[in-house]
Each structure stands twice: as structure tokens, then as C-alpha cells.
């Protein structure tokens, strides 16, 4: 079956600081996904790649997939308190049934 | 923006009771998903359904979970009897597939079963 390994499981950041975040899948993925959580509340859909080699940007948050399409990366440039939360990649894949495989989550946390 | 509702968002009940949650997708997604969040595993899928007909429902507990979907407006997961064991954060999400984006997220309603 498949698997969706998150690294690091928490990361503490100083502010301003980049930092990045990676998701690597044991087989080739359909689309993979990035969502943000903060605590007791839902995910907010960040980004989705599809295609090997995709990059995609929405703020100071870059997401990459390489041309395999089994990792992907989330980049945080000059982070922000407000980056602070749960960041959860999600996989499809043709053997999955495309049903959305999770990986265990990253917590990131902003010093001031 | 379009949402995905889920009530109750808070819920408490003691053991034993019938306990439903309720999602009303974004209209016009096809598929929607229910999950359950807690510290130790996380996100697991419990079921989903695309086009109101469930597609794997394996994740859920047979005996005591059900969910459906008796139109497009609404969606159910409904716990009978429940256990401290089910206290958890549950999600519900709706999407298009083939997937034009991300699947939309619902706020959740944290159960707790004492």
C-alpha cells in the first residue's frame, strides 16, 4: 500500500527565517497536496501539483514536485507568525484508487 | 467563498448514545469524504462517496459507524452506540474528481464521549 513519509515532524523557527518542509511517497502520485491546519480548526487547501516538475507559489510559500512524482517540498521564505500551524501533505495515486493518502503532518512553530 | 458545513461543531455525549454529524458539501462537488482526526493517528479516511454512491467505506468501524449521503445537499456519519474511544476531531470534505483543485475542508465537529 501506499505510504506518505512527512519530514520533520516539528520544526521551531525563528522568524524570518525559510524553511522547508518534504513529502516523499513510496510510488508515483496522481496529485499531491498541501494543506495548512491550525489547531481545532479545518485544513485550508494550499496547493496541488500534478505534473513532474511543477512548482507553484501562493504568497511566501513554495511548493515543488520533482520529475518522478514521488517528493515534494514546501519552502517557507522570511517566515511569519502567521506561518505557525500543522502542515499536512495529502497523495493520490492510480494505486490508491485516488483516494487522498496523509502524510503524519509537519508542526511548525514561529519564535518571534 | 463556497464552504463545507458541518454541524454540530462541538458535541458532547455519554457513552451509548446515537451521535450524527452532518456536512452539506460545496454544490456541485462530486465526491465527499469523512474523516476522523486524532493525536495518535491522525487523519484516517472513514469513508467517501462520489456521485452520492459510497465507494469504500473500510476505514469505519461497521458495527456501530454508517454513513450516507441521501442527496447532494447533505451527508451523514452517524455513530450507534458510541464509545470514549470515538472522541475525535471529525472532517468532512467535498471536491470534483478528476480533481480540478483541492478538496475543501469543513471545520470539523469535535466529538467527546465520556
Known amino acids: 500500500s501506499q505510504e506518505l513519509e512527512q519530514s520533520p515532524q516539528s520544526l521551531i523557527v525563528q522568524e524570518g527565517k525559510n524553511l522547508t518542509i518534504n513529502c516523499t511517497s513510496s510510488?508515483?502520485?496522481?496529485?499531491l497536496y498541501w494543506y495548512k491546519q491550525k489547531y481545532g480548526e479545518g485544513l485550508i487547501f494550499l496547493m496541488m501539483?500534478?505534473?513532474g516538475g511543477e512548482e507553484k507559489s501562493h504568497e511566501k510559500i513554495t511548493a515543488k514536485l520533482d520529475e518522478k512524482k514521488q517528493q515534494s517540498s514546501l519552502h517557507i521564505t522570511a517566515s511569519q507568525p502567521s506561518h505557525a500551524g500543522i502542515y499536512l501533505c495529502?497523495?493520490?495515486?492510480?494505486?490508491?484508487?485516488?483516494?487522498?493518502?496523509w502524510g503524519a503532518g509537519t508542526k511548525l512553530i514561529i519564535k518571534p | 467563498d463556497a464552504r463545507v458545513t458541518q454541524t454540530p461543531r462541538h458535541k458532547v455525549t455519554e457513552m451509548g448514545q446515537e451521535v450524527t454529524m452532518r456536512c452539506q458539501p460545496i454544490?456541485?462537488?462530486?465526491?465527499v469524504f469523512w474523516y476522523r482526526q486524532t493525536m495518535m493517528q491522525g487523519l484516517e479516511l472513514l469513508a467517501y462517496?462520489?456521485?452520492?454512491?459510497?465507494?469504500?467505506d473500510s476505514g469505519m468501524p461497521k458495527d456501530r459507524f454508517s454513513a450516507e449521503m441521501p442527496d447532494a445537499t447533505l451527508a451523514t456519519l452517524k455513530i450507534q452506540p458510541s464509545e470514549p474511544r470515538d472522541s475525535a476531531v471529525y472532517f468532512c470534505?467535498?471536491?470534483?474528481?478528476?480533481?480540478?483543485?483541492?478538496?475543501?475542508f469543513g471545520s470539523g465537529t469535535r466529538l467527546t464521549v465520556v
Open positions: 495529502g497523495a493520490s495515486s492510480r494505486d490508491s484508487n485516488y483516494q487522498l493518502i
Open positions: 510510488k508515483t502520485l496522481y496529485g
Open positions: 501539483l500534478q505534473k
Open positions: 454544490l456541485g462537488h462530486n465526491t
Open positions: 462517496f462520489r456521485n452520492r454512491a459510497p465507494l469504500d
Open positions: 470534505a467535498s471536491g470534483f474528481f478528476p480533481n480540478r483543485g483541492g478538496y475543501t
